[in-house]
Nanobody
Framework: VQLQASGGGLVQAGGALRLSCAASGRSISSYAMGWFRQAPGKEREFVIADAWGGGKTYPADSVKGRFTISRDNAKNTVYLQMNSLKPEDTAVYHC????????????????WGQGTLVTVSS
């Protein structure tokens, strides 16, 4: 599966942004889908994922209550809704497809999308 993320940009602290991850080549219904981010000078960090059937989501503690993941299987697209953004959310965000949420959380993905930059100003 090939993944293409989009929707990044500049937003003020407290604002919201929605990222999209369009998939091609295979249906996302076959995968657990997740989002990761990498801030300048830092390692890649798991953000949130959902299981291959959708439903329950697994956010990192740093984004719990602010970020949600959703998917539209008909459009073969995954979304990341980011609310109450903070300057520390500034990073390049990547989407990923994996065999399980557990493996995604461990950083193992079947496919990675290119990143989209999110900048949160204070």
């Amino acid at each position: 599966v090939q993944l293409q993320a989009s929707g990044g940009g500049l937003v003020q602290a407290g604002g919201a942004l929605r990222l999209s991850c369009a998939a091609s080549g295979r249906s996302i219904s076959s995968y657990a889908m997740g989002w990761f981010r990498q801030a300048p000078g830092k390692e890649r960090e798991f953000v949130i994922a959902d299981a291959w059937g959708g439903g329950k989501t697994y956010p990192a503690d740093s984004v719990k209550g602010r970020f949600t993941i959703s998917r539209d299987n008909a459009k073969n697209t995954v979304y990341l809704q980011m609310n109450s953004l903070k300057p520390e959310d500034t990073a390049v965000y990547h989407c990923a497809a994996g065999n399980s949420v557990h493996r995604l959380r461990g950083g193992s993905a079947a496919s990675w999308g290119q990143g989209t930059l999110v900048t949160v100003s204070s």
